[in-house]
């Protein structure tokens, strides 16, 4: 699964990241994020008009349009599974329809024992952008005639490096695989490439509670223990 991420760059860094993007004319700053937790509002890429690509604000978990129930019931699915993300009812019409990219500047996965977990905070090995297989939904809330855009991360088997952390990872696009994502020509086969080279440290068991240090660098930074 990918429970907890970062998406943390300018302007300029997405820019690159993900060509062409459109960038408004009043663009807002964009704010350093780095304990992002499901239900909260993340970044995502979506195709926009005369093929370029816009950076829109969604909310991590996926809420179909047919949802009826109240956004907090819908369970957890800030996550779909490669294996059934094309047959799941949650997630299948998305798949078809409603790709996006979800940047990010690392993720993190935890080691150890119930009670006494080890935080690790992954990213690419060159210190770039990752960019995340996404689906994203438009769903009107029943009770207050709100529309909520929503996303949802795809996740796969680890590959090797990353199964001596966990079993499972984030499904990443290589940036020359974009545009096929997004307008629905490529398939899983895309999802199941070898990603970039990955790296890892451990980070401050602060990360073991939700939301805290979210404007905080040092959260993403390599834990250096205090002697005194």
């Not at 991420?5 to 704010?31: C, G």
């Not at 008009?49 to 957890?76: D, F, H, I, Q, T």
């Not at 005639?145 to 490096?161: F, H, P, V």
């Amino acid at each position: 699964m990918c429970g907890r991420f970062s998406q943390a760059y300018s302007w300029e860094e997405i820019v690159a990241f993900s060509q062409p993007l459109t960038v408004p004319a009043d663009k807002p700053n964009l704010r350093a994020r780095y304990n992002i937790a499901p239900t909260t509002d993340v970044d995502i890429i979506v195709r926009g008009g005369e093929g370029n690509r816009v950076l829109r604000k969604a909310r991590w978990g996926l809420l179909p349009g047919w949802w009826k129930k109240k956004a907090n019931e819908s369970g957890a699915t800030f996550n779909a599974r490669i294996e059934t993300v094309d047959s799941s009812a949650m997630f299948r019409s998305a798949y078809v329809k409603r790709r996006c990219i979800i940047p990010a500047s690392g993720f993190y996965e935890w080691t150890g024992e119930k009670g006494d977990k080890t935080p690790h905070f992954i990213n690419a090995a060159d210190g770039g952008l990752l960019g995340f297989a996404g689906l994203w939904e438009a769903w009107t809330n029943p009770e207050t005639g709100e529309e909520i855009t929503s996303c949802t991360i795809i996740t796969r088997d680890a590959n090797k490096w990353m199964s001596e952390i966990h079993n499972r990872m984030p499904s990443t696009l290589l940036p020359r695989d974009f545009e096929a994502w997004l307008d629905g020509s490529g398939g899983k086969e895309l999802l199941m490439q070898p990603p970039q080279e990955l790296r890892e440290w451990i980070v401050s068991q602060r990360m073991n509670r939700t939301g805290v240090g979210d404007d905080d660098p040092a959260t993403a930074e390599p834990f250096k223990e205090t002697l005194f």
